[in-house]
């Protein structure tokens, strides 16, 4: 259920006065909203106020609301690096608790250029968030469900292929979390990555525009199983 399926229920739920409703839609479109006290905040209140909506059926509302949208919370994170690091490699290291920060110890040769290290396997990830477009919203208004038909764009940035054997990269939808498993090599040759056609890139550094026009692109490397350890060592091989 997105944001315009969830006006929907509330309006069709709505059981009392229909001109008092219109009423009520009228003010909210005309009203402006700031979160948290935002337009379906505002209309769930008037509603129950005028008893069209009992708290029964809200609940119900709000329980569905919440079941179909559980990864919701990881577009309020603000902070890049409490998505990309305190998310997303958190993310990845409870699938693999073999997973290993990387160290001195472990690669003499170690400067901080990846964040997983597996079985000698250099592993980067990168996430991002599938929202709309086209919509100017907060990330939180705009996050799009798996099977939407708007148009977005994830961009997977700041890759460096020589700096790692394997990336884990994740794409959050609102309902889903996408994995894809990719060796470094084939980053690098893929049609769709861009090297050095941006400001601040170095090297071999480059980044690849995800869309949903071409997003199938990447089914081969999609990770359908829990085992992500396996995954990683198969995608290291030769």
Not at 8 to 14: D, V, W
Not at 142 to 147: E, F, Q, R, T
Not at 170 to 180: M, N
Not at 185 to 212: A, C, K, W, Y
């Amino acid at each position: 259920m997105e944001l315009s399926d969830l006006k929907n229920k509330i309006l069709s739920t709505f059981e009392g006065d229909k001109n008092q409703l219109t009423k009520i839609i009228d003010m909210i479109d005309k009203d402006h909203s700031i979160f948290p006290f935002n337009q379906y905040e505002h209309l769930l209140h008037n509603l129950i106020n005028i008893r069209g909506l009992t708290f029964e059926q809200y609940n119900e509302i709000r329980s569905e609301y919440i079941r179909s949208n559980p990864n919701l919370w990881i577009f309020e994170i603000s902070a890049p690096r409490g998505f990309g690091e305190g998310f997303a490699q958190t993310y990845v290291g409870a699938m693999c608790r073999e997973l290993q920060k990387p160290s001195k110890s472990l690669d003499p040769h170690y400067n901080g250029e990846y964040d997983f290290w597996l079985e000698g396997v250099k592993i980067e990830v990168k996430a991002s968030r599938v929202v709309d477009r086209d919509s100017d919203e907060p990330l939180y208004m705009k996050a799009l469900s798996s099977d939407t038909d708007r148009p977005f764009l994830m961009n997977f940035q700041q890759l460096k292929p020589s700096c790692c054997d394997v990336f884990i990269w994740i794409a959050v939808f609102r309902d889903e979390i996408t994995v894809w498993v990719i060796n470094s090599d084939t980053v690098q040759n893929h049609p769709l990555f861009s090297r050095g056609q941006h400001r601040g890139n170095h090297g071999n550094e480059g980044q690849m525009h995800i869309t949903n026009e071409n997003i199938s692109q990447l089914d081969h490397f999609r990770l359908k199983t829990s085992d992500l350890k396996t995954a990683v060592l198969n995608c290291a091989s030769p």
